[in-house]
């Protein structure tokens, strides 16, 4: 099975274009659910592909409005390339998608919810057991614990979600990335610079001046909602036993619009089944 078969074409693909800012891509990532966003340029009437905007970028860079500095430099595909040689790149790099180009020229986007979908659609093998991919250690929060300490605890582990656990530490809920966005806003504000003018009598004044006070220089912060993480949280847990194959783990991410799934033994968390972990058994 090759890229072009799985990969979302062109025609079908939300870009930003340059020049243009970060509420062109937050507006995308918000209300539409997407992880990122490709970024295109016009030169001389044709569209030249240069790079992608995703969710961690506006998260980590709440001052920054300018697209062409938010966004960044991904591994790229081609259509003909074999999906398992993509997928094990993806594995490698670290990259939950692969812009596919000919040329400079933006053909599709293949995404490990692609490849996942094809999983699913048994293209390609499925068989590995679920246990043998799954990933041991969970991340976990409490269910009182404020939103934005949940956010850290998310960003600080590497994965993003968080195992939601109740005051008897059984699972209550999931907490993702697209949980704490969905709900995250940027704000104005003012930041002082102190008062670094100096006055009519400092020996380090150039020339004698009058003293204005502090400085102020505009900021912007990403604000989160300081509630307790059980108002944000999917309640509803999906699960899948130890005996499930890869190919079943797929059809739950997919069917239930997922990213990952806890893996358990009886009442028992054993691990979390990520979306990427299945690309490990192509």
Known sequence: ????????????????????????VLAHVQERGF????VVKDADGAEV??????RDDLIAQPDEDQLALLMREVPTTGAGEDIGDAAKRMVTEG???LP?????????????????????????????????????AVNATYAETPLPVAEREIALSGVPYAVVLDDDAKPAGMLTEVDVLAVARVVEGEASTGDSIADQDSEWSWEGIKATGA????????????????EFMTADIVTVGTTRTAREVAQELISNDI???????GTEIE?????????EGL
């Open 1 to 24: 099975m090759n890229v072009a078969d799985a990969m979302t074409p062109r025609s079908d693909l939300v870009v930003a274009e340059i020049p243009g800012s970060r509420d062109d």
């Open 35 to 38: 992880s990122s966003v490709p």
């Open 49 to 54: 592909y240069r790079g992608l905007v995703t």
């Open 95 to 97: 990259a939950r998608r």
């Open 100 to 136: 596919v180009v000919d040329g400079d020229e933006l053909v599709g986007i293949l995404t490990v919810t692609d490849v996942v979908r094809a999983i699913a659609r048994g293209e390609v093998d499925g068989e590995t057991p679920a246990s043998d991919l799954a990933t041991r």
């Open 215 to 230: 400085r102020y220089l505009p900021t912007r912060n990403v604000e989160i909602p300081a509630e307790a993480v059980r």
């Open 259 to 265: 990213e990952q799934v806890p893996l358990v033994s």
């Open 271 to 279: 691990g979390v089944v990520r979306d990427v972990d299945l690309l």
